[in-house]
């Protein structure tokens, strides 16, 4: 039986539609997608992912670096910590 917080497709569209559409904070709703006027930062929290999933991470935040022209970074995880490394995505070949 799943767990009563496990992350589902339903759940992750259902976010994505608030973020995107609207505020999560004041619930108000917008028409189109709003763009954010600075670089998005993203973190990896925890330690027990899979080994493949900070590579796969930083694909898609490529990807949509990529398609969307804004500029976004992998800023931390358990890894770069271990490594004392903190790396920025370089711009996407064009």
């Given at each position: 039986?799943?767990?009563?917080?496990?992350l589902?497709?339903?759940?992750?569209?259902?976010?994505?539609?608030?973020i995107?559409?609207?505020?999560?904070y004041t619930?108000?709703?917008?028409?189109?997608?709003?763009?954010?006027?600075?670089?998005i930062?993203?973190?990896?929290?925890?330690?027990?992912?899979?080994?493949?999933?900070?590579?796969?991470?930083r694909?898609h935040i490529?990807?949509?670096?990529q398609?969307?022209?804004h500029?976004?970074?992998?800023?931390y995880?358990?890894?770069?910590?271990?490594?004392?490394?903190?790396?920025?995505?370089?711009?996407?070949?064009?």
């Amino acid at each position: 039986m799943p767990h009563a917080d496990a992350l589902t497709n339903n759940k992750i569209l259902r976010n994505f539609d608030i973020i995107a559409f609207g505020n999560e904070y004041t619930g108000k709703r917008y028409k189109a997608v709003r763009k954010w006027a600075q670089p998005i930062r993203m973190g990896i929290q925890g330690e027990n992912y899979p080994p493949y999933f900070e590579s796969m991470l930083r694909q898609h935040i490529r990807d949509l670096w990529q398609i969307t022209k804004h500029p976004m970074e992998l800023y931390y995880s358990f890894d770069m910590q271990k490594q004392k490394s903190w790396p920025r995505i370089s711009t996407p070949r064009r």
